[in-house]
């Protein structure tokens, strides 16, 4: 697949998905559904529903481009495992127990992880491209 055709499909799957999943559910874990804090409180620990943002590819995995609402202890519990890894983790299994109404659905955490999959292939494939372009130069002028 060439580099326009990944801009293009990431493109339109952002149009047709729009930013629902960035600001319509910013205030509750998308993992657990439990309601989130911007702050805990001065001098304390920090609390497990603290908001933060998690990864959708972990940094480690030279992901970092998309984020979802998760609490502390979500993303705690993610750490450095892929989605599909984390959706398979006991801990996972266990918050999806409660009845919280605000938890994502599976699919839309398969459609984040989609989009987060082609933000990652369209800046990672770029670099790769321009070294190989770079190589070819090189081997022409020899």
């Known amino acids: ?3 326009d055709q990944i801009s293009d499909l990431h493109l339109a799957a952002t149009r047709l998905l729009g930013a629902w999943w960035k600001y319509d559910r910013r205030n509750w874990c998308a993992y657990c559904g439990i309601p989130m804090r911007k702050r805990g409180a001065k001098g304390k620990p920090l609390p497990p529903n603290k908001a933060t943002r998690d ?7 030279k992901g970092g481009g998309v984020t979802i609402p998760a609490c502390l202890g979500c993303n705690a519990a993610k750490g450095k495992l892929s989605l599909p ?3 398979e983790s006991k801990h996972f299994g266990t918050i999806r127990l409660k009845k ?3 938890k994502w659905p599976i699919h839309d ?4 992880s989609v989009l ?10 770029e670099p790769a491209a321009l070294h190989a372009v770079a190589e070819i130069k090189a081997d022409h002028t020899r």
């Open 85 to 87: 890894e984390f959706l």
């Open 100 to 102: 919280h109404r605000k």
């Open 109 to 112: 955490l398969w459609v984040v």
């Open 116 to 125: 987060a999959a082609l933000k990652c292939a369209e800046t990672s494939y």
């Open 1 to 3: 697949m060439q580099l």
């Open 55 to 61: 990864h959708i590819i972990p940094k480690a995995h």
